[in-house]
């Protein structure tokens, strides 16, 4: 906790520094507020517009975090599937490259056009953005696994599931944990999409009224919701992180 | 009686033949070694007698069953101690053991006391110094299971004290475990001070061009080193070595 409040104190006075210049800014040269509001402003519309908010953000929060696990599982899933079966990684590893070329805004009404307004289309367009950096850093840590590890486990005879589990998982563990930091990030992100498409509630929905009624304090509380949202899943995976990968932090601690 | 024999096994790698023709045996009980230059093959042999090749000629034969190309018939200590790092000392040792079926905490624990790792069963291995590790190492390979304990330069990287402590500590543990044990180095030293026999191997393709019984009686002590009769000892292997 400490180590955070001293390693924390630069960027937040960098931030606050920020905002006071932004402040001064708009007042010193008289910006209309449905143009660009003071922070200040905006600070007072996501305290009286809380209740009306809330609702949103629930929402948002439940969809994140529904793609977010659905993405990871598929992620992982892929990732696992790809490294047993080589002659598969070989056919389809470009391909999963290509469906990130796929620009979402573009295939996300498409998902609606197909799959209507209900759930499925928002988890696709989550799952698209999330399965991705932890597929990748699953695969990657698999794939490093040290040789003289992998011939010490076949010469005292492991299988090919021990080697696995015992051997490959556990040594890519810190490399799927970069990728799930990237996800959950991207996750928040992809809710907030899928929301514009056409939900009954959410921040992306929040968003898209506030804009066209010019309310630019609200969107802007969008804007902080969103970061705020994902600053904290990020926070959660490297908790995560650190409960599960002991070894790795005593490592560091030592050297 | 015989536990490990190596029948007249051939290798090649492409163009490239490793062993031609290379027969030898091991006794239950009995410390061997195989000395040689490098690149004589020496992994290729490992790494045969460990089923990780099939010999393109001949046959390994463990307690009276062929075990060509099956892995995980011989327990093994690799060059660098291999300890998972995300293990502790404990679970590490206990490696062998789990990837074979049941584990013995509980003897695991006592070994560990005994070479002097009882405080750090449960540290990571990178708290641990390299000769630690390679002590660690050697447990984990004395608790596998199998009949036979193949070492494979297990004392190259260390430095040269840490080296002898080891040597000595090697020759402890084994004088009270009798473990049959099948050991590679290139020291000519280590292979007089440590083993019973010593098979002197040619480089490529290898053979056994000499086999040489170690002359001193158990237990051996340091001063071995200075004595007449390990140098006469160390200068005819060296020989043995030099004239192939």
Same mark, same amino acid.
């Given at each position: ?61 439940m ?17 696992? &599937? ?5 002659f ?25 056009? +197909? ?49 696995? +589990? ?15 930091k ?36 609200r ?5 902080f ?31 | ?25 091991v ?6 070694s ?16 460990g089923?990780?090749?099939l010999?393109d000629?001949?046959s ?16 093994y ?6 300890l998972?790092? +995300? ?21 695991a ?36 299971p ?12 260390l430095?040269?004290? &840490? ?5 000595? +500590? ?5 004088s009270?475990?009798?473990? &049959? ?50 140098l ?13």
């Amino acid at each position: 906790m400490i180590n955070v409040l001293r390693k924390g104190w630069r960027p937040a006075s960098v931030l606050l520094l920020l905002f006071i210049a932004w402040e001064l800014a708009v007042n010193l040269a008289e910006v209309p507020a449905w143009l660009l509001p003071p922070p200040t402003d905006i600070v007072q519309e996501a305290i009286s517009g809380w209740e009306g908010f809330r609702f949103h953000l629930q929402s948002t929060v439940m969809l994140s975090l529904l793609g977010f696990a659905i993405g990871t599982g598929i992620g992982l899933l892929t990732a696992v &599937t790809l490294h047993l079966l080589p002659f598969i990684r070989e056919s389809v590893y470009p391909i999963l490259i290509l469906s990130q070329n796929v620009p979402i805004i573009v295939l996300a009404p498409l998902l609606v056009v +197909w799959f209507g307004f209900g759930l499925l289309p928002k988890l696709i367009v989550i799952t698209l953005v999330c399965f991705f950096p932890i597929t990748v850093a699953a695969l990657d840590g698999f794939r490093q696994t040290p040789d003289e590890f992998k011939h010490y486990m076949l010469m005292a005879g492991a299988s090919k599931g021990q080697l696995f +589990w015992k051997l490959e998982l556990p040594y890519s563990l810190p490399s799927l944990f970069s990728g799930l930091k990237i996800s959950a990030t991207y996750s928040v992100m992809g809710a907030v999409i899928s929301e514009w498409l056409g939900a009954k509630a959410g921040i992306g929905v929040y968003m898209t009224l506030a804009s066209s009624s010019f309310r630019t304090d609200r969107v802007f509380v969008a804007i902080f919701a969103i970061m705020l949202l994902s600053l904290l899943f990020f926070g959660g995976i490297l908790l995560a992180e650190r409960l599960l990968i002991k070894w790795k932090s005593r490592e560091s601690a030592v050297k | 009686m015989i536990q490990l024999s190596v029948e007249h096994l051939t290798k090649s790698f492409d163009t490239n033949q490793v062993l031609n023709n290379l027969s030898f045996h091991v006794n239950v009980g009995e410390f061997v070694s195989i000395l040689g230059p490098s690149g004589s093959g020496k992994s290729t042999i490992f790494n045969l007698i460990g089923g990780m090749l099939l010999p393109d000629e001949g046959s390994i034969i463990l307690g009276g069953e062929k075990i060509d190309g099956k892995r995980g018939s011989i327990s093994y200590m690799p060059q660098t101690p291999s300890l998972l790092p +995300w293990r502790t000392i404990l679970q590490n040792v206990l490696l062998g053991q789990e990837l074979k079926g049941e584990t013995d905490s509980q003897t695991a624990r006592k070994m560990l006391q005994k070479a002097g790792l009882g405080d750090y069963e449960n540290a990571y291995p990178h708290e641990l110094s390299g000769g630690m590790k390679q002590r660690a190492a050697f447990i984990r390979a004395l608790l596998s299971p199998q009949p036979i304990i193949l070492l494979d330069e297990p004392f190259s990287a260390l430095d040269e004290l &840490t080296r002898l402590e080891m040597q000595k +500590w090697l020759l402890d543990i084994w004088s009270e475990h009798k473990p &049959t044990i099948l050991f590679v180095t290139h020291s000519i030293e280590e292979a007089i001070y440590l083993s019973d026999r010593i098979l002197i191997l040619s480089s490529k393709p290898a053979k056994v061009t000499q086999e040489y019984n170690v002359p001193f009686n158990r237990p051996r002590m340091e001063e071995l080193f200075l004595d007449e009769n390990f140098l006469a000892c160390k200068r005819n292997i060296h020989h043995a070595l030099k004239n192939q």
